[in-house]
T-cell receptor, first 117, second 112 residues
Framework: GAVVSQHPSRVICKSGTSVKIECRSLDFQATTMFWYRQFPKQSLMLMATSNEGSKATYEQGVEKDKFLINHASLTLSTLTVTSAHPEDSSFYIC?????????????FGEGSWLTVV | QQPVQSPQAVILREGEDAVINCSSSKALYSVHWYRQKHGEAPVFLMILLKGGEQKGHEKISASFNEKKQQSSLYLTASQLSYSGTYFCGTNAGGTSYGKLTFGQGTILTVHP
């Protein structure tokens, strides 16, 4: 079946630095991908919609200058957390819709644990 | 707006059944169910599209009542592996398809 791959799975960075997370659709093309954030014991909250070839659409309250999203190709979206702070520590997860042979299923990547120290 | 899931938590013994409900105040096009184990990504269970269909996956099935904007997930003869947090994700369709709003989750614990 369709697979969405996310990298890295875990990353630790120093406060003030930037970190990039990649999301790839491995066997289908995704013109749209989605980035979510999940704090411990909470639900997944949509951060932004990543659109191939155009600017991302951010949800209310999400700083677009802090969370940079680039959808460079039909199979790759990246999320860069800039000037990271400890409060940015969270589980970041992407999803992509496969509207092709597998129908309208939305698949999630494995997620990335970010710890800012 | 976030859909509301009920119950918030449920404890079962192996072999028992459970129902998890998901209710939205908005018109829905689809409801997506996922199970997430601690420290892992959500795993897709099933999708229900507008039309009130019911789907099944082994001993897990679900229904979608579009008039009431409600979906229910049915787990029968529960197994230890069913333990985890269940999330429903809702979508209004149209240009927003793929964009899911998740409920707060239902923690399911299955004991031997």
């Amino acid at each position: 079946g369709a697979v969405v791959s996310q990298h890295p799975s875990r990353v630790i960075c120093k406060s003030g630095t930037s970190v990039k997370i990649e999301c790839r659709s491995l066997d289908f093309q995704a013109t749209t991908m989605f980035w979510y954030r999940q704090f411990p014991k909470q639900s997944l909250m949509l951060m932004a919609t990543s659109n191939e070839g155009s600017k991302a659409t951010y949800e209310q309250g999400v700083e677009k200058d802090k969370f940079l999203i680039n959808h460079a190709s039909l199979t790759l979206s990246t999320l860069t957390v800039t000037s990271a702070h400890p409060e940015d520590s969270s589980f970041y997860i992407c999803s992509a819709r496969d509207g092709g042979a597998f129908g309208n299923t939305i698949y999630f990547g494995e997620g990335s644990w970010l710890t800012v120290v | 707006q976030q859909p509301v899931q009920s119950p918030q938590a449920v404890i079962l013994r192996e072999g028992e059944d459970a129902v998890i409900n998901c209710s939205s105040s908005k018109a829905l096009y689809s409801v997506h169910w996922y199970r997430q184990k601690h420290g892992e990504a959500p795993v897709f269970l099933m999708i229900l599209l507008k039309g009130g269909e019911q789907k099944g996956h082994e001993k897990i099935s679900a229904s979608f009542n579009e008039k009431k904007q409600q979906s229910s997930l049915y787990l029968t003869a529960s197994q230890l592996s069913y333990s985890g947090t269940y999330f429903c994700g809702t979508n209004a369709g149209g240009t927003s398809y793929g964009k899911l709003t998740f409920g707060q989750g239902t923690i399911l614990t299955v004991h031997p």
